[in-house]
């Protein structure tokens, strides 16, 4: 397997190109070989007190700029990420190890997010309030909330950046935004693209580095009126306690524990494919992945046969050429790598049955982080397969009988991000659309697009990623009042 190096990266910091100001680096290390493939400056507390102070003249400006410059600017953006597209997506299989085709979905994801969001900007009017004893009109009317931050999770690196990027212009807010230190590279590029095209100082900044110096530095800062983030649960908690310096706005798109529940009227191959592709697609590594497989005790052993059949079948790679079919690649890091096999001989312990995997594959770079797709079946509601958020390529499933059961099990979890159901009953659908305590319930199929709301409920989040629903992180609203 060969890499392609992609040299030095500096921070996006008041429209420029900078070092950290401590002039440290670290490597950006390539999953499939444990190769380092780029530099980034790593940003410290100085940097990102330099970031808050840029944003907040940044704010001063784009904020009045009418909504058909910004808009102008916006698709001054995407045209040219969309001139980087190859380079890009090169960078994001390099820096987490998604597959070529997969990294098409974060070009898409952040193209179409500068381009709906100054639309869906233009589409929102003036709320008018009637007045029952006629002495007044009235009106809401909304602005831009400041200055916003966003941390943003590694798995999906530009996908990401359009989920918060867009919304955030197009509402009239700067932005600062902080990549993970595991999957920097490609957000880093962006902030050379931005650099390139001359994009007004301030308004977008683009720098990593130790959240106990970054992230820290920001949270706590007065200066943010938005907290924005993608990440785990605990990261959400951590955040939230430290932004109480003063009131921010909060949007948080947190962990999963999907449940993918198939009934024995259901549409089998369909439940098959999309169980196959939402829990092996980006190895995994998805926080709306069909995280726990529930299929009724009469289609069970079908079902289970065929899923390991796949599982079987699907080829794991590393490349950046589009003509080379490749369904998984390597997880994120070594650390995760082991977690997958922690989880499989915990949930075995317990009693499950690994069915499929849960080795490392032969003939993969032995520094990269391979492990097989794995099935376990029979996992118990102890296991740790069954309350954790999984987050890599290890498939947990088990039977029910009932519909009551199967709707217990699925409830059980602090998670309600997303969910899944496969049955052809009407009855059905209708009571587990109210009773799945899920954000997301996707019936017979599976739908992510810019415009419809991606967020949870319960210990998965608050707020919006896309959809209209975004842009209401990102703006304030006041009341407006004149005596007649």
Excluded at 411 to 419: H, K, M, P, V, W
Excluded at 422 to 446: A, M, P, S, W, Y
Aim: one cysteine or more; charged letters at 20%; a negative charge.
């Amino acid at each position: 397997m060969k890499t392609q190096n992609f040299g030095y990266k500096k921070l996006y910091i008041n429209g420029e190109l900078v070092d950290a100001v401590s002039g440290e680096k670290a490597d950006v290390i390539c999953p499939a070989t444990g190769e380092s493939i780029a530099q980034v400056a790593l940003a410290g507390k100085a940097d990102a007190e330099k970031a808050l102070a840029a944003a907040q003249k940044g704010f001063k400006f784009w904020s009045k700029l009418s909504l058909a410059e910004r808009t102008a600017w916006m698709t001054k953006l995407r045209t040219a990420i969309i001139a980087k597209e190859a380079d890009l997506r090169s960078a994001m299989v390099h820096e987490m190890g998604k597959t070529y085709a997969g990294s098409a979905e974060d070009i898409e994801a952040i193209t179409n997010a500068l381009e709906w969001y100054p639309a869906a900007m233009k589409n929102r009017r003036e709320e008018q309030i009637p007045d029952y004893e006629n002495t007044h009109t009235h009106k809401i009317v909304e602005q831009p909330a400041g200055v916003a931050v966003a941390y943003l999770a590694w798995n999906f690196p530009l996908l990401n950046v359009g989920f918060k990027i867009g919304p955030a212009l197009a509402a009239g807010c700067s932005l600062i935004i902080k990549p993970s230190e595991m999957s920097p590279l490609s957000s880093y590029m962006i902030g050379e693209i931005l650099h390139e095209i001359n994009f007004p100082a301030g308004v977008v900044n683009i720098l990593a580095g130790p959240s106990a110096e970054v992230a820290t530095t920001m949270t706590t800062s007065t200066i943010p009126a938005v907290l924005t983030m993608i990440g785990s649960t605990a990261t959400g908690k951590r955040i939230i306690a430290d932004s109480t310096t003063s009131i921010k706005k909060l949007g948080m798109e947190l962990g999963g524990n999907a449940p993918f529940i198939v009934f024995e009227d259901a549409d089998f191959d369909t439940a098959l494919n999309l169980a196959i592709g939402l829990k092996f697609g980006n190895s995994g590594q998805i926080c709306v992945a069909a995280n726990r497989i529930f299929v009724h005790k009469n289609i069970y052993d079908k079902f289970l046969a065929a899923y390991i059949d796949r599982a079987s079948k699907l080829k794991l790679g590393f490349s950046t050429d589009a003509n080379e079919a490749v369904d998984m690649g390597p997880v994120v890091t070594r650390k995760d790598r082991d977690r997958m096999f922690d989880l499989v001989q915990d949930a075995v312990s317990k009693g499950a049955k690994l069915e499929y995997g849960g080795k490392i594959p032969a003939g993969f770079p032995e520094n990269g982080n391979w492990i097989e797709p794995t099935v376990v079946s029979g996992i118990t509601t102890d296991s740790r397969l069954f309350r954790d958020e999984t987050f890599g390529p290890v498939a947990g499933i088990m039977s029910f009988e009932s519909d009551d059961e199967v709707l217990a099990l699925a409830n059980d979890t602090e998670y309600g991000l997303a969910s899944y159901i496969f049955t052809n009953n009407h009855k059905r659908i209708q009571r587990f659309t109210e009773d799945l305590e899920f954000g997301e319930i996707q019936i017979n199929g599976v739908k992510y697009a810019i415009y419809l709301p991606h967020g949870g409920i319960k210990n998965s989040g608050i707020g919006h990623d896309c959809s209209h629903l975004a842009l209401e992180d990102y703006l304030v609203k006041k009341r407006v009042s004149t005596a007649l």
